[in-house]
């Protein structure tokens, strides 16, 4: 996050004269409070300063680094999950590749009737299982593909930096977002690699804290 001047100035007023009130960091800037307002609401919101009633606003001695962590850890998986991209187990290898395409994903999730979880296919599981393949049409997905209780996921709750951690430890593309029901696990969603990029580059793109 860029500070303006006026911010800085505040910061260091605050730095060495907290806990200050409102008006008085108001009166060292020869400004009026009202026009400080928005300033003083930005700093705190963003974790620079607190403000404590009748007492006023002190520093809370954290870099602009440290809140960068703090809110990235603060970010949750159900504000950033996409759609998953489904298929049933007794599709054949040739049509999974086809969604693949048309649905422009790596990694398709194979479900049962009630939308549950039974497992995973990658780009790498469908090209070899086309190696040296006659008939495409006539392999079910179900016999190539990753299956549980050996597959990887993550809840709507869970933290994204904990979801990017297990992307690569367990050297995986993507892992399905999936709520707990009385059938088994149902696939909501799906946090990929491409998902934590975006979010790497909007971090710096949108001014983040
Ligand atoms: P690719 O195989 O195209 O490089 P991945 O690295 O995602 O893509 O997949 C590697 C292997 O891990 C594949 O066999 C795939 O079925 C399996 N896999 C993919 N996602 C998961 C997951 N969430 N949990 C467990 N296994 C997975």
New binding site residues.
Partial sequence: MELSNRQEQIIEIVKGNGPITGEHIADRLHLTRATLRPDLAILTMAGFLDARPRVGYFFTGKTGFELLTENIKKMEVHDYQHVPVVVKEDVSVYDAISTMFLEDV??LFVVDDHACLIG??????LLRASIGQQDLNAVPVHII??RMP????CRKEDALIEVAQKLIN???????VVKDTEHGLEVVGRITKTTITKVFVELVMEDHV
């Fill in positions: 790596g990694t995973v296919l990658s780009r790498k599981d593909m990753t050996n597959i990887t996921v367990k050297q995986i593309d993507g892992v399905p």
